[in-house]
């Protein structure tokens, strides 16, 4: 008996890099799968259908059930057709990992609005409409369901040249804590991860070429979370988020210090400056 049998999951951006070894490790462990990709490049442009197909097929080489979509999560459409993949091959949907992604790096003084919209198209809005129909149709199945998106600790922590995707990727962080909020009633889960691993959208940096850190940064590293995530074992989880990489998982907080209160009148700018010690403390 696998983890996840009887389970449909669907994965975004599942044909290559981290979305494969997602969906590779949720067939294994029993679900069938919907691999969605578009077949584009790392900046997002072009379409084909190899990336999804081939994934599909290493499936079902080893036995699994899957089947591809080529929509665009970055629309509306495009996140009901994913769904209808799902239900039309299966006839449900309990797993969403939201994993879909591009790069158009620069520095802010450089970065033109196409290279802003795109990013927040691909990685915030298409959150948005993938998870709106999938999260609808597990509140009213009445089975409830997990859904799995993916931050960055570009948006989490920060990072040169990625305004574009750091902001996207925090504003992932903060829709999957409200979602929580708003699907425990209806038995649906939502985490986040934010994942580090060596793949095309990473093939840039000075490491990439070392075989030890290929193998320590293999997006293998990841989809065991993704799974357990997926899972029963994680019923009780929701509304966190994990870094994951490298044989290293921990969860990503936002935390407030206990801070300095002024317990009359209004705080002026040199007792703030006299107390940021202790405020930021």
């Not at 590779?24 to 584009?40: C, E, F, P, R």
């Not at 070392?210 to 993704?226: D, G, V, W």
């Not at 936002?254 to 040199?270: A, F, H, I, Q, Y």
């Amino acid at each position: 008996m696998g983890l996840l049998d009887g389970k449909v999951a669907v994965v975004t951006g599942a044909g290559g890099g981290i979305g494969r070894e997602h969906a590779l490790a949720l067939s294994g462990a029993g679900a069938a799968v919907v691999v969605n990709d578009l077949g584009g490049s790392r900046d997002g442009t072009g379409t084909g259908q190899n990336m999804a197909d081939s994934v599909v097929e290493e499936i079902r080489a080893a036995g699994g059930t899957a089947v591809a979509n080529y929509d665009n999560v970055a629309t509306v459409a495009g996140g009901q057709g994913i769904l209808k993949s799902a239900l039309d091959a299966f006839g449900q949907a309990d797993v969403l990992v939201n994993n879909a992604g591009i790069l158009r790096d620069k520095t802010f003084a450089k970065m033109e609005e196409p290279e802003w919209d795109a990013v927040v198209a691909v990685h915030l809005k298409g959150t948005y409409c993938v998870t709106r129909p999938i999260f609808l149709h597990m509140r009213e199945s009445g089975r409830g369901g997990s859904i799995i998106n993916t931050s960055s600790t570009s948006g989490l922590e920060g990072n040169f040249g990625q305004t574009n995707y750091g902001a996207a990727k925090a504003g992932i962080a903060g829709f999957t804590r409200c979602l929580a909020i708003e699907g425990q009633k209806y038995g649906v889960r939502v985490n986040a991860i934010a994942p580090v691993a060596l793949t095309r959208m990473t093939e840039d940096l000075p490491l990439a070429k070392n075989e030890a850190f290929q193998e320590r940064m293999s997006p293998k590293h990841i989809a065991p979370l993704i799974v357990y995530l997926a899972s029963d074992l994680a019923k009780d989880v929701t509304k966190k988020i994990f870094f994951v990489g490298g044989g290293q998982i921990s969860e990503m907080r936002m935390v407030r210090t206990p801070g300095v209160t002024k317990k009359e009148g209004l705080w002026t700018p040199d007792e703030i400056a006299g107390q940021i010690g202790e405020i930021l403390a």
